[in-house]
């Protein structure tokens, strides 16, 4: 697990789109390094954050049918990392009302699950208000948006626009929505279940106890991605790190090379990064795939890792490990260590 959790740390912590890795600057002026904690300037403060554009608004299809005075829809899948359509549709009256969604899930922390509305006033999405279920892995969780709906009937419905996000692992969700009208009168939606997914990935060619020669021969690994989901990844990507500490040093981006290969380009070495103040590093991988990947496509990832000939003796063991995302979310995760020995 140490060897995940600093992977997906060098992973997650790369700089956020428009930023460049490492571009802060420590109050002396020295570029601070990735990882570490740059002092602030005296007498200086943060730029205020840029207001965020107006976010297009959603159009959903009202749910259910006309006998029903509150009607609830979501996609048949949740692709993790991705935003799926949901949306609650009202044939009564409502007042100063207020809409409920119980969850329940199977397979992940309901905790890991980010449920939005588009609020037609702002033209931004918000979250909603919730009520999270108790211990440490909670299935059950309650959220709750307020509504006002005083022409809504059966020929005039309203319909509010939700978004769901799972962050975690695949299972299944289930949803019961209701809704308190603010005239003394609650009704229920009948329940509906979704299942959440992600692209399928496999790692052949690397084997538990796999051992590399300082000054020896490559491994190779190759990592799989084909889109089982029912919806386009888009910014697929791949991560490679490694980690590796002896009695006095530690492996650095000299010590180690990787290289991937791309059909038409052969064999490339990818730079590591080095990861700061932990002494990992890591490399963000050649894109394979040039459009987001469509349901059914597959992208491969072919790589060959070495240990360089004057990577430290004290350092016998690296732990290291590929991740692949879409975008800033990482949706699958593999340690593969091993251990260093000899040298010519």
């Known amino acids: 697990m140490t060897a995940l959790a600093a992977g997906l740390a060098l992973t997650v912590g790369a700089a956020a789109p428009g930023l460049a890795a490492g571009s802060a600057r420590a109050a002396d002026g020295a570029q601070a390094k990735p990882g570490c904690d740059a002092p602030a300037a005296r007498g200086t403060s943060a730029p205020a954050a840029p207001a965020l554009p107006p976010e297009a608004a959603p159009a959903p299809a009202a749910a259910g049918n006309a006998a029903q005075k509150i009607s609830y829809s979501v996609d048949s899948q949740l692709p993790i990392g991705l ?44 979250d909603l208000d919730s009520a999270p279920g108790g211990g440490s892995w909670p299935t059950r969780a309650t959220l709750t948006f307020p509504v006002s709906a005083k022409g809504a009937d059966a020929r005039h419905p309203h319909t509010v626009a939700l978004r769901l996000q799972d962050l975690d692992r695949p299972g299944t969700l289930t949803v019961a929505a209701s809704v308190e009208d603010g005239r003394g009168h609650t009704y229920r939606a009948p329940a509906r279940t979704t299942t959440a997914t992600r692209p399928k990935v496999t790692v052949s060619g690397w084997r538990p106890g796999s051992t590399l020669e300082r000054g020896g021969s490559a ?46 380009h052969g064999w490339e070495r990818v730079a590591l990064v ?22 059914g496509a597959t992208a491969v990832y072919r790589l060959k890792v070495a240990v360089a000939r004057t990577a430290p003796r004290d350092v016998a063991r690296a732990d290291a490990g590929v991740t692949v995302s879409n975008g800033d979310m990482s949706f699958f995760s593999k340690d593969l260590p091993f251990t260093i020995r000899g040298g010519k």
Do not use: I
């Open 274 to 295: 080095a990861g700061g103040c932990d002494p990992g590093m890591s490399a963000t991988l050649r894109p394979v795939a040039k459009a987001p990947l469509a349901p």
């Open 219 to 264: 491994r190779a690994v190759t990592v799989t991605v084909k889109n089982t989901t029912n919806r386009a990844y888009p910014a697929l990507a791949a991560s490679y790190f490694a980690y590796g500490v002896g009695r006095n040093r530690a492996l650095e981006p000299k010590d180690l090379t990787l290289r991937q290969h791309r059909p038409g």
């Open 83 to 126: 935003w799926s359509s949901s949306a609650v549709t009202l044939r009564t009256p409502v007042t100063n009302g207020k809409v409920r969604l119980d969850v329940s899930s199977s397979g992940f922390s309901t905790d890991s699950l980010t449920v939005q509305r588009y609020d037609t006033g702002t033209r931004r999405w918000v």
